[in-house]
């Protein structure tokens, strides 16, 4: 009988109650018991729930309080020094990797200050992880039996799991050697993979039937040393006495196929959503007696599953390989996507009828188990449903409207070029702008305090009208201003507080999006976002951000800098669709901002910065891959920014540190200004930096730690800046946006970055 699987489920909770227990527990509002206690109902809730939805094979060890590799870096003992000085608890201990720690000596304890840990994006998805850090003194061991004791709790609640490990080759590729070690960390497979072998042996002895071993790397290009690494390394694992599952995700494995050949696991997961010749491929390279786990119901999207192509898919593995070694499983996690669809009620159900959450998209799976083990007649409601579903959604009238695709047909390549050179039009910017060396900005948003939220909370459910709701924004704006003239800034921000989020707030602004009141999902730690779905062709009826950038630059005479969100970042953190190109969305989106910022630049904003963070995350898995997408990807940043006046500065922001993938890309947006996340990679951008054509700003802090570095640190990296940047083009601020910060360290953090500021302006004059 085939079987159905999930890989991984959304750990956050219905409500979000893991992101207000951890929060709450962080503030001291509740104790480690009690969160500790919090965490293992959610645990017990989300088993139950994939059970009750009828999935056979459910996974354990895929919870998290924080991050799942960082919990693979505590349990192996990848832990840093500088978090284990402090003689914190393990709990602790762990959060002080994933969120840094600052606090001032009390009751006798000494005085805690340590950054996270580098936090870098899951592949090209929008969830965000803590690269482990390895040196040669690292002591891999047993830190923690987390795995076990989750297996344990799910069998004394009756439900027998399968754990989730992420496998120790993509652990050691993810992972960075610390500064004072010159080891490659693939160098440490050996003596990382005999402390997985210790662990899966507890797993086996706790009764574990078999281990789910995450190896998405191999959706890569990889180098020989790596692919070669397999071998050994899973014929060592071997000796853990488990039966492994091998689990890719994400992409095409191609010629990577080749290591699983012969390795000694009891079967593999392929993705056959992101990439269907993966079945081929995996069922060419299988013994006779190795299992396919075939990955059909995406776990990266929130479409409902198309039946009649799935069956077909399963029933081709089935007439392979048998059905005793099929399992029918989500593509990847279904981390990536939201809970459920219950309580959606205010989304049309002409549209909602073409969704499927996590919950939703477990019954999938068991539906489509069903088909192929009972045959068609026992799901047929199900499957006449689900094909009526997707015929409406094929001949809605939203997927293809006319206006849209007729001015897309009229873009003209002229449309995409600003009138005037870098230099010429930077220097008029210069004569306009009137700023000093090293100017000082920020990237746009200041804290969402609670009150913010709570405010439009009562605005969104009605119990305050629009005017107290825009009345409260002008304040806050007048405050932000107020606040950055005071503390010496040079280009101003209004601080984004009528923005929910950077790209929720513009979907909701446009055609063609639909939104979820509860669709969250988790991005890292405690922090979620509720992606917008696009449903149809996208369009711009009226002006976005103009009422609040024009207000906001009426009330100082220092340059106010509009604040949008540029095309490929709308799309990626939205929920794109399936039936269209993604060049075709962006382009749509494109034409919409095009129209905004021409429309800020009528009402005197002068500086206007177009956010693209997710381009970095939008290159495709495969260098192959990577031309056509940056092609597409640079085209709608300046089709969105190229119609602007020579005077009007255009800024655009990234906040990863891969910058060296990206150089070209970026440089192609033909943007005046630059900021890029640079404080936690080690500097290392230094060397490309030197070599960027237009202005660039270097984030000089973290924004996700509470932590303020103290004024030496900032001009310790200013100078270094210097060094590499013509003094003439380097610009001074954040690594990103300041929303989920306090305002204590808010304050602290930009009065110690202006002080050291200024002490390089009078060294550098
Ligand atoms: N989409 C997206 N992806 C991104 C980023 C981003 O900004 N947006 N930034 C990077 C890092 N990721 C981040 C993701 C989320 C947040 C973040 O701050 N999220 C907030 C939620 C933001 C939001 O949607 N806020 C809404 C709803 C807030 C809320 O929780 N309201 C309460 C009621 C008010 C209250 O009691 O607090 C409720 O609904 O229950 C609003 O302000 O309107 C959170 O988790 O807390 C920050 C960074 C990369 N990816
Ligand atoms: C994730 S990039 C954030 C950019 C945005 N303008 C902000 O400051 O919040
Ligand atoms: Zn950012």
């Not at 104790?31 to 994939?50: F, G, I, V």
């Not at 990266?300 to 099929?326: H, L, P, Y």
């Not at 809605?396 to 005037?420: C, F, G, L, Y």
């Not at 917008?532 to 906001?552: L, N």
């Amino acid at each position: 009988m085939v079987q159905s699987a999930v890989l991984g489920f959304p750990r956050i909770g219905k409500n979000r109650e893991l992101k207000k227990a951890t929060e709450a527990y962080w503030s001291g509002k509740i104790s480690a018991e009690e969160l500790q206690t919090s965490a293992k109902n959610l645990r017990l809730d989300h088993w139950k729930l994939q059970k009750d939805q009828g999935v056979d094979i459910v996974p354990s060890n895929d919870f998290s309080f924080y991050d799942q590799i960082m919990d693979h870096s505590f349990t192996f003992n990848a832990i840093p020094e500088r978090y284990l000085k402090y003689d914190l608890s393990p709990l602790d201990t762990y959060f002080a990797m994933g969120r840094g720690m600052q606090r001032p000596a009390i009751d006798g304890k000494p005085a805690v200050d340590v950054p996270s840990q580098e936090m870098v994006k899951w592949f090209d998805s929008n969830y965000h992880f803590l690269r482990p850090e390895v040196s040669d003194k690292t002591e891999f061991k047993l830190n923690s039996t987390k795995a076990v004791d989750e297996f344990l709790e799910a069998k004394q609640a009756n439900i027998q799991t399968r754990p989730v490990l992420v496998g120790p080759v993509t652990f050691l590729y993810l992972a960075k050697a610390t500064k004072e070690s010159s080891v490659k960390p693939i160098e440490l497979l050996p003596k990382l993979t005999a402390v997985y072998v210790e662990l899966l042996k507890k797993l086996v002895e706790a009764g574990a039937e078999s281990v789910q071993i995450d190896e998405p790397i191999l959706a890569l290009d990889l180098s020989k040393e790596v692919l070669d690494s397999y071998k050994s390394t899973y014929e060592t694992l071997a000796q853990g006495g488990a039966k492994l599952i091998l689990t890719t995700y994400f992409g095409p494995l191609k010629d990577n196929i080749e290591v699983l050949k012969g390795l000694p696991v009891a079967g593999i997961h392929v993705d056959v959503c992101r990439a269907p010749e993966n079945l081929d491929a995996a069922l060419s390279i299988l013994d006779d007696k190795q299992i396919l786990s075939v990955g059909i119901v995406s776990g990266r999207n929130i479409w409902k599953t198309d039946f009649q192509k799935a069956v077909a898919v399963i029933e081709k593995a089935i007439a392979a390989i048998g059905s005793e070694r099929v399992i029918v499983a989500s593509s990847s996690s279904i981390l990536h996507i939201p809970h459920s669809l219950t309580g959606e009620d205010q989304l049309k159900p002409e549209i909602k009828r073409w969704f499927a959450f996590a919950v939703e998209k477990c019954a999938e799976l068991a539906i489509l188990t069903k088909a192929v083990n009972e045959g068609p007649a026992s799901v047929r409601e199900e499957l006449e449903a689900n094909a009526a579903d997707a015929k409406a959604r094929a001949e809605s009238p939203i997927t293809n409207v006319k206006a849209v695709r007729d001015r897309q047909a009229a873009v003209t390549p002229e449309m995409h070029t600003r009138a005037t050179p870098f230099e010429k039009r930077y220097a008029l910017q210069q004569e306009s702008l009137k700023l000093p060396q090293f100017p000082t900005t920020t990237i746009g948003s200041f804290p969402q305090t609670k009150e913010i939220r709570v405010t439009r909370n009562k605005y969104v459910k009605g119990s305050i009208s629009a005017e107290e709701y825009d009345a409260f924004i002008r304040k806050e704006i007048t405050d932000v201003v107020k606040f950055q003239e005071n503390i010496g800034l040079d280009v101003l921000v209004h601080g984004e507080p009528e923005r929910n989020d950077m790209v929720q707030y513009f979907g909701e602004k446009m055609e063609g999006f639909v939104f979820t009141v509860n669709g969250w999902v988790q991005s890292y730690g405690s922090r979620c976002v509720r992606p917008p779905i696009i449903v149809g062709d996208v369009s711009r009826p009226g002006p976005m951000t103009v009422k609040e950038s024009a207000f906001a630059q009426s009330i100082t005479s220092k340059p106010m800098k509009g604040m949008l969100t540029a095309p490929i970042t709308i799309l990626r953190w939205s929920f794109p669709r399936d039936d269209v190109e993604e060049s075709v969305q962006a382009q749509q989106i494109a034409l919409g901002l095009r129209d905004e910022v021409l429309d800020l630049e009528k009402a005197g904003v002068r500086v206007i910065q177009c956010d693209e963070p997710a381009l970095r995350e939008g290159l495709p898995l495969r260098r192959a891959d990577w031309s056509q997408y940056v092609d597409y990807a640079v085209k709608a940043f300046r089709l969105a920014t190229g119609g602007v006046k020579d005077d009007t500065q255009i800024h655009s922001h990234f906040c990863y540190s891969d910058f060296n993938d990206i150089f070209d890309a970026i440089q192609g947006l033909d943007a005046d200004v630059v900021s890029i996340e640079n404080s936690k990679s080690d500097m290392k951008l230094m060397s490309v930096l030197s070599n960027y054509k237009s202005c660039i700003g270097p984030g000089l802090f973290d924004i996700h730690s509470p932590r303020v570095p103290p004024v030496e640190e900032f001009k310790e990296r200013i100078d270094a800046l210097v060094k590499s940047v013509p003094k003439d083009r380097l610009w001074i601020n954040p690594d990103c946006g300041l929303k989920t910060r306090g305002w204590p360290e808010t304050t602290a953090d930009l009065e110690n970055m202006i002080v050291a500021t200024r002490m390089a302006r009078n060294e550098n004059a």
